[in-house]
């Protein structure tokens, strides 16, 4: 578990931590504990402070300087065996020359996309070069960027949790400081590496993973050169050689040569121009002579030459990079097709070839389709992931490779080579500002699980249990509808254990077993198979108050069909995904589903389920769930009625809770609710249904501008902007993919654009506020608020969005702009700090009486999406209420995204009593590892609350 928090100092000697931050974490006031920012460590009295920023800690100016941490960053925490841990710290080992220009604030492509992809990951990155480590006190000077200056600087900085060596292209004199620094880190055991070797030998990387049956069809045949004859045999063999340096990388060292017409042919780069010299098949010696002066004193290889595709004339090839993902497991980052220059044998840019997209080329090379096509890239993808696993079991672990792969004339797939420290800048056509590139998100990704990683290894020795094969034999018992429970276990339990396990709201007598032979939690692949649990999942496991064990929770999402249309095709959009990926990380197992996937008969649902062992997406047949997460299945008009007999069986079922007690709100219904609370009322526009021509004129002649809205539209559909400018002149304006605008001189002619515009909908007329504006565009603040692990309502943010070009609504849809609310009120608003923060504390305070009503009016919420407005006098506005709130704009702002997508699953946990509060049970994780025929090992963590 973890949280973020921002880092101040004082000139105090004590430590003080938010009363959420100590609750979260069960720390205790007045209490000495350690704290850890990268290899650096203090011990400090922590305090509590009721009033402090729930995302503060303040540290005592001594302490800072002996952590060496800066004073106004962002970061991860987290609590490790009673020991406050910051970060994660990741150093980024450069040459001097990468760091001048960071120096100069001119820093390389590279440095600006990962410290923007750390924007969200919240750990703190720096980069450093050789001369300046101070090994004794552990730290280094370090470069990085301070938002809040928005330059680079540079100070004493830990040495890191994560080394990412990036360092290539050191002068002679440098290297054997570098070597040094190397080794250093490599004895260190609280530094993890990306990679565990900074480069791959061509010929040894060959040697090695060759005799793998799997991977050796797609390797060319290659040796290392001794002696000229190799050469002419190697040449008489295939007609098509590559000649190549053992350690060079960006095509430099590479030799082409082709045996053609009774001829030498040879390709090679002089003054970054393509030349060919072509030498009798007679004259071996000048060829000899030739590849000698080009290698000098340089090891090189001989290698097969694949007849490479091409496309009129240019060869065609590969460069896909692989990285580790927040689950250490491989993941395709990008993958591009290098189309070389005519006649060049070789496709890297550096010698002239061009970047493109697989999609975009191959259909037209191969004269397929783009579904054959999408087809052959993931064929490739698999077997260079295969490849990497193999390269990782001969090398040690890595956390990136760039791997050229090839398709020959025949289609068949060869891998050309490996590098350890790929190229990963952008495309050109890439706006590295405004995106993050997944290259280097991965990488912090990857860091945070390292780091995470060696905090489980830790917990190891006092936490978890490891599994052992199910053995048949020794317990002489029926191999299938097993389950084996260590005694140690069992006697944590007060209650008699039965024999049923429960997952869902589905259950399944078994065999229990309670064995003293066995520290581990054991059972049959049948009983993993009906729990419908994939490989690698890790869900939560404990004993009921009558001593049955419970898995779970089990929380099935409601979407609609073009959502699981796209997960069926791998084009998962990232709500999808974020989803996906903070239910895994809490160990909630979760399942997407439509309106067609529902098997009421059998109490079953086909669901889609990430694999994070596979990257891919699974369907399985799951129980009905713990939680239902209903995020508006079924919305089209001819699904709505299937959907609405889902919702209404599954309201039904006990059992199943809800994050939402409802999926949508009625803007009409809400009004007549909501308006009838007297703390409420003073903040609602004037809202009136449309009846007649009469009410509508009445209410412009009062506003001169009024908002038309249906009762259900979402995402700034279905609202009109009314303005009233003269006696019988109207203009009104809508978003509909585009702004349309038009005026109008009766009342009557605007009633019947507007209807035709709603189709005939019920609509109702909504006072136009005086709103912010910036630069004439209106201003709102969507607030989002979620219920966390206790069921406690959290304010998750307050992004401000500023509407594009006069647009009548604010929706991202719409091309709004985005920003924080203290950027946005601070810099663009130019708001003094008096003036912010009451209207924050204003806006919250609003919120919190929204909650309870909406609450008190429609049942149990578990997230909210609220519309706040505020007018040039600085009152605030509540707008309108969303049972379904987007992530969008969190997602565009970047603060909070994995806490939002998180809250709703830590919820449900709370919901279905997996939050683990009842101290007297016994509660556990289990781990599924591999499966054997009638037998499955698997993993335990046990945690005893």
Same mark, same amino acid.
């Given at each position: 578990m973890d949280s973020e928090v921002k880092i101040e100092k004082n000139n105090e000697n004590k430590c003080y931590i938010s009363k959420k931050i100590m609750d979260l974490f069960l720390l205790n006031s007045g209490k000495t504990y350690k704290i850890s920012f990268g290899n650096c460590n203090v011990e400090c009295e922590i305090n509590v402070l009721n009033n402090i920023d729930e995302k503060k800690i303040i540290l005592p100016n001594k302490y800072m300087k002996e952590l060496n941490v800066t004073p106004g960053v962002d970061l991860n925490i987290s609590v490790i065996n009673g020991k406050i841990v910051l970060g994660p710290v990741i150093g980024v080992f450069i040459n001097p020359r990468y760091l001048d220009d960071i120096k100069k604030q001119d820093a390389p492509i590279s440095a600006i996309c990962l410290v923007k992809a750390n924007e969200i990951e919240k750990a703190f990155v720096y980069f450093f070069s050789i001369g300046e480590i101070d090994w004794l006190n552990k730290r280094t000077k370090g470069w990085y960027f301070c938002k809040n200056f928005n330059k680079w600087r540079c100070r004493w900085v830990p040495l890191p949790d994560v080394l990412y060596d990036r360092g290539v292209n050191f002068y002679l004199d440098e290297k054997k400081l570098v070597n040094d620094y190397r080794k250093q880190f490599k004895y260190s055991d609280n530094i993890h590496v990306i990679n565990s070797r900074d480069y791959l030998d061509k010929y040894w990387l060959y040697e090695k993973i060759k005799h793998n049956q799997d991977i050796i069809q797609y390797l060319p045949y290659t040796i290392r050169y001794d002696k000229p004859e190799d050469i002419l045999k190697m040449l008489y063999k295939y007609k098509k050689v590559y000649l190549k340096s053992f350690y060079g990388s960006r095509g430099t060292e590479v030799l082409p040569i082709e045996l053609k017409d009774n001829f030498f042919v040879l390709s090679y780069y002089k003054n970054n121009k393509l030349k060919?010299?072509?030498?009798?098949? =007679?004259?071996?010696?000048?060829?000899?002579?030739?590849?000698?002066?080009?290698?000098?004193?340089?090891?090189?290889?001989?290698?097969?030459?694949?007849?490479?595709?091409?496309?009129?004339?240019?060869?065609?090839?590969?460069?896909?990079?692989?990285?580790?993902?927040?689950?250490?497991?491989?993941?395709?980052?990008s993958s591009e097709v290098r189309k070389g220059e005519k006649k060049s044998l070789i496709t890297n840019e550096s010698r002239g070839g061009i970047c493109l997209d697989f999609k975009d080329i191959m259909p037209k090379v191969l004269s397929v389709s783009k579904e054959k096509t999408k087809e052959l890239e993931e064929k490739i993808h698999h077997i260079t992931i295969k490849i990497a696993k193999k390269i990782e079991k001969e090398y040690g672990d890595f956390?990136?490779?760039?791997?050229?792969?090839?398709?020959?004339?025949?289609?068949?797939?060869?891998?050309?080579?490996?590098?350890?420290?790929?190229?990963?800048?952008?495309?050109?056509?890439?706006?590295?500002?405004?995106?993050?590139?997944?290259?280097?998100?991965?990488?912090?990704?990857?860091?945070?699980?390292?780091?995470?990683?060696?905090?489980?290894?830790?917990?190891?020795?006092?936490?978890?249990?490891?599994?052992?094969?199910?053995?048949?034999?020794?317990?002489? =018992?029926?191999?299938?509808?097993?389950?084996?429970?260590?005694?140690?276990?069992?006697?944590?339990?007060?209650?008699?254990?039965?024999?049923?396990?429960?997952?869902?709201?589905?259950?399944?007598?078994? =065999?229990?077993?309670?064995s003293k032979?066995?520290?581990?939690?054991?059972?049959?692949?049948?009983?993993?198979?009906?729990?419908?649990?994939?490989?690698?999942?890790?869900?939560?496991?404990?004993?009921?108050?009558?001593?049955?064990?419970?898995?779970?929770?089990?929380?099935?999402?409601?979407?609609?069909?073009?959502?699981?249309?796209?997960?069926?095709?791998?084009?998962?959009?990232?709500?999808?995904?974020?989803m996906a990926k903070a239910s895994n990380e809490l160990n909630v197992i979760t399942y997407f589903f439509t309106i067609d996937d529902v098997d009421w008969w059998n109490k079953q649902i086909v669901g889609r389920i990430y694999n994070y062992d596979k990257n891919v997406w699974e369907i399985k047949k799951m129980p009905f769930p713990n939680v239902l997460y209903d995020r508006g299945g079924g919305f089209l008009p001819k699904q709505l009625e299937k959907a609405k007999y889902i919702r209404k069986q599954m309201n039904g079922i006990e059992g199943i809770k809800k994050i939402n007690e409802q999926h949508y709100f009625s803007k009409w219904e809400n009004h007549k609710r909501f308006i009838k609370y007297d703390e409420l009322a003073p903040y609602l526009p004037e809202t009136i249904l449309y009846n007649n021509n009469d009410v509508f004129e009445e209410i412009l002649d009062k506003y001169k501008e009024v908002y038309l809205k249906t009762f259900e539209g979402s995402n700034g559909k279905e609202i009109i902007r009314v303005k009233k400018h003269k006696d019988n002149e109207y203009e009104y304006d809508f978003f509909c993919d585009e702004i349309t605008k038009k005026n109008v001189d009766s009342i009557n002619i605007l009633v019947e654009d507007v209807k035709k515009i709603f189709k005939n909908k019920k609509f109702l007329i909504q006072q136009g506020i005086d709103v912010l504006r910036h630069q004439n565009n209106k201003i709102d603040i969507r607030v989002l608020v979620q219920k966390n692990g206790k069921g406690d309502w959290v304010i998750t943010s307050m992004p401000v969005r500023i509407a594009n070009n006069d647009c009548p609504i604010t929706s991202t849809r719409s091309g709004a702009d985005t920003f924080s609310f203290e950027h946005a009120f601070r810099e663009i608003l130019k708001f003094n700090e008096d003036d912010i923060s009451k209207v924050k504390n204003e806006i919250q305070k609003l919120c919190y009486m929204i909650i309870k009503s909406t609450e008190k009016e429609f049942g149990t919420f578990g997230e909210l999406g609220i519309d706040i407005a505020v007018d040039q006098s600085k009152n605030v506005w509540f707008i309108e209420v969303n049972a379904k709130p987007g992530k969008d704009t969190i997602m565009i702002v970047g603060e909070d995204v994995n806490k939002a997508y998180s809250l709703p699953f830590e919820y449900a946990k709370y919901l279905s009593g997996f939050n683990y509060n009842n101290k007297e049970l016994a509660n556990s994780k289990i781990k599924i590892k591999n499966r054997l025929k009638n037998q499955i090992e698997c993993e335990v963590k046990k945690t005893i609350i």
């Open positions: 060919q010299d072509k030498i009798n098949e =007679n004259n071996f010696k000048e060829l000899i002579k030739t590849i000698t002066y080009f290698f000098k004193d340089v090891k090189f290889v001989i290698q097969q030459g694949v007849n490479l595709l091409d496309d009129d004339g240019c060869l065609l090839d590969m460069r896909i990079l692989l990285q580790k993902n927040e689950f250490g497991k491989w993941v395709v980052s956390g990136e490779l760039g791997m050229d792969m090839a398709l020959d004339e025949k289609l068949n797939i060869w891998f050309i080579e490996a590098n350890s420290k790929p190229d990963k800048d952008p495309a050109s056509h890439i706006d590295i500002y405004n995106t993050i590139s997944p290259q280097f998100l991965n990488t912090i990704l990857y860091s945070k699980y390292l780091k995470k990683s060696e905090m489980g290894e830790k917990m190891t020795n006092k936490l978890n249990m490891e599994f052992q094969k199910l053995n048949s034999n020794k317990y002489n =018992n029926n191999v299938y509808n097993t389950v084996i429970i260590p005694e140690q276990i069992s006697n944590i339990i007060k209650y008699p254990i039965k024999t049923k396990i429960k997952f869902g709201l589905k259950e399944k007598p078994i =065999n229990l077993i309670i032979d066995t520290k581990n939690i054991l059972c049959t692949e049948d009983v993993l198979e009906n729990l419908g649990i994939i490989e690698g999942k890790m869900p939560n496991i404990k004993f009921d108050s009558q001593g049955n064990i419970k898995i779970g929770p089990y929380v099935g999402v409601f979407v609609n069909k073009g959502t699981i249309r796209r997960i069926n095709e791998g084009t998962a959009n990232e709500r999808i995904i974020n």
